[in-house]
Each structure stands twice: as structure tokens, then as C-alpha cells.
């Protein structure tokens, strides 16, 4: 079988594999979901840049029936990095009293659309607080200005208290219109792959939305810090599993599942691609399959926003099962108030599943 994955990138087949490869794009447009009410007078318009963004506030804002919670892109964009806004988005955002960025220069495709500013807006920075990863092709796995602390599965409860009260109001909720934050390149901007990161990003949003809408902080909080349980719940069975797992070793096709593998102590072998711009070469492919062979990893992990040929061919090559885990990039376009949770149990059903047998 090895003579014929080899020839298969020797007579140029990987030219179209390569090409097959989608940067977080979507096969089917969507259009965005709907609001969660009508515009009324007295409503509080909440737009989300990124579609784990508008998942997660959605749980926030829930007991909150004259906040609408509405999506920036459609929700089968996936990762928007070379985005460009339709004359719809332009005008979402003329309509937002809040914007909740996902962060990590993720909503980087924004900065000319905002830099004229907004008097009022209140732009919310969901990464603040998060511990980042570097991206797969930046170097170093952490971020240079990652905190001192331990996230290989630890101090989860510490991290439900930071979800709800590390900070005042006042800290994340900014009325300007730009993008706020430090320049994020070389960051990994998927840190929503990751319950226990995702429970500080909500955190940030409810206190954002105690800055637009005072009067009802404390429900915003009290919803953020009952969703932020729920959340660590799957960040703790996610310790437990890696942590029971006899091999750790996984390949990913891109590096959004990052924060999922640290989450559950494993370790990542490879990253098929990775970058959003540079689709993997043949070279790169044959060394990962080499280093697969070497190595043994558990796992060759696949997403639905992405082709699976070069994870499939890997497997077939090196013997090593494939299995897809969703990164929640992107999804329906009006999905259940638990669909966050619901996904990310059924990928923990997965790596349980493949895990245990290794």
C-alpha cells in the first residue's frame, strides 16, 4: 500500500487533493439564522462576528426576551479570515448596540469596516482572559504572552469563577468602533474548541452585555455563570478521557482542534495544514506519513469544514484510524440553544470510543 500512496503524489494527484482542500469554507451557502425577535423599540441588538460566538451568547441572552442575538456572516462561512462584507453586513452592524468579537484576530476582516466608529457601540472582545495557543505554523506552541498557570486539565472550577467574576463590566465592554486588542497574528483564534475556554468567553460576554443593558446584569451574569457549569462539565469529562487514553497521540487536519487536544492532555504529532492560506504539499505529506508511521498517534483527526482526502489517505497509508471531530466553525443556520453542548458531547463520544480501543 505504501508504493501506491507515494506514486499517488508522485504523478501529480496531489495537485487536486491539495485543491480540494477548503480554508473553512463552507460546500453549501446559508444564509444567517434569524434573530431571536423582530426589531422593536426597546430591543437590545446583539450581533456575534463568528458562529461559536453567536452560539455561546445565545445561551447568555436567553431569559432576556428583548435581546436578539443575531449572526454577522452566514452560519456555513466557517473561519471568515478573508471575508468580505456584504452590504446586509454593513448594515448589521449599523443596527448593533453590541458586537462580541470572537478574538485572537479572528474578526481581523472587520478593522476597515469599523474604523470609522459607532458612538455607543459596545464592542466585546470574547478571548479576553483565555490562555492562547500559537498557530500550527507560528513556532512556539504558546502564545508569548500566555499566563502562568497550569491548563492541562486542572483548576477546571477555577476557571468557572474566572467565566463569572474575574472582572467588572467596565473591563471588556468598550464603546468604540474598532476592533479592540493587540495585533493576534500568529495566535490560534479557536480557543471555542475548548469547553473550559469557552466557559471565560462567555464570562465576557455577559459582562459586555451588563455594560449595554445595566439594568439586567445580573441575569446576564447568573445566565453566563449556569452555562459556564455546563460547559466545564464537558472540559472536565474531556480530562478524564485523555487522561484514562493509554495512547495520546493524534494528527489533526487543522489546528482548531488545538485547544480541544490540550483540554484532554494529547499530544499533537502533526497538523496537516497549516495555515489558512498554504494548502499542503506533497513533501509535507510524505513527512507526515513518515512521521506518523514512527510515532503510532491514536488518531487522524478530520472536520467537517474540511475535506477529508488527505486524512483518509493517511489512514489508508499508515494504518491509523480517521475519525471527524467538529470544530463548531460553523453549522445550521438556526440551530438548538444546546447545540454547542450537544456537538461537543458527540465529539467526546468519539474520541472515547477510538480512545479506549488504543
Same mark, same amino acid.
Given at each position: 500500500?505504501?508504493?501506491? /500512496? /507515494?506514486? /499517488? ?182 480557543? /471555542? ?22 439594568? &439586567? ?73 513518515? &512521521? ?67
Amino acid at each position: 500500500m505504501r508504493t501506491s /500512496f /507515494f506514486a /499517488f503524489f508522485r504523478h501529480g494527484a496531489v495537485a487536486l487533493l491539495a485543491a480540494a482542500v477548503i480554508l473553512c469554507a463552507p460546500v453549501v451557502p446559508q444564509a444567517a439564522p434569524a434573530s431571536t425577535q423582530e426589531h422593536g423599540q426597546g430591543s437590545l441588538r446583539v450581533l456575534a462576528t463568528t458562529y461559536p460566538v453567536y452560539l455561546l451568547a445565545r445561551n447568555v441572552a436567553q431569559a432576556q426576551p428583548h435581546v436578539q442575538v443575531d449572526l454577522l456572516i452566514p452560519a456555513q462561512t466557517g473561519c471568515p479570515h478573508d471575508y468580505a462584507l456584504s452590504p446586509g453586513d454593513m448594515k448589521k452592524l449599523a443596527e448593533a448596540d453590541v458586537l462580541l468579537l470572537n478574538g485572537l484576530g479572528m474578526d481581523d476582516f472587520l478593522q476597515k469596516a469599523l474604523s470609522a466608529g459607532k458612538p455607543g457601540l459596545v464592542v466585546v472582545d470574547s478571548s479576553e482572559g483565555v490562555i492562547p495557543l500559537r498557530s500550527a505554523g507560528a513556532g512556539a506552541e504558546h502564545a508569548d504572552h500566555d499566563h502562568d498557570h497550569d491548563d492541562s486539565g486542572h483548576g477546571a472550577h477555577s476557571h468557572a469563577e474566572h467565566a463569572s467574576h474575574s472582572h467588572g463590566p467596565e473591563a471588556h465592554g468598550h464603546e468604540h468602533g474598532h476592533v479592540h486588542g493587540h495585533h493576534h497574528g500568529g495566535l490560534n483564534p479557536h480557543a /471555542f474548541t475548548s469547553p473550559r475556554q469557552a466557559s471565560i468567553m462567555v464570562g465576557n460576554m455577559a459582562r459586555g452585555l451588563a455594560k449595554a443593558d445595566p439594568q &439586567n446584569a445580573a441575569a446576564y451574569e447568573a445566565a453566563a455563570r449556569s452555562y459556564a457549569n455546563v460547559l466545564l462539565d464537558l472540559g472536565r469529562r474531556l480530562a478524564v478521557l485523555g487522561g484514562k487514553a493509554s495512547n495520546r497521540g493524534i494528527v489533526l487536519m487543522h489546528d482548531a482542534l488545538a485547544y480541544m487536544a490540550r483540554d484532554g492532555g494529547l499530544e499533537v504529532i502533526a497538523v496537516i495544514q497549516e495555515s489558512e492560506d498554504a494548502q499542503p504539499s506533497a513533501a509535507r505529506l510524505v513527512q507526515i506519513a513518515k &512521521n506518523v508511521r514512527e510515532h503510532r498517534p491514536a488518531l487522524i483527526i478530520s472536520e467537517p469544514q474540511y475535506t477529508d482526502k488527505p486524512v483518509q489517505a493517511l489512514a489508508r497509508e499508515t494504518g491509523v484510524p480517521a475519525v471527524s471531530l467538529d470544530s463548531l466553525a460553523s453549522g445550521p443556520a438556526s440551530p438548538p440553544l444546546d447545540y454547542y453542548e450537544k456537538t461537543m458531547s458527540n465529539n467526546l463520544d468519539i474520541l472515547e470510543k477510538h480512545l479506549e480501543q488504543r
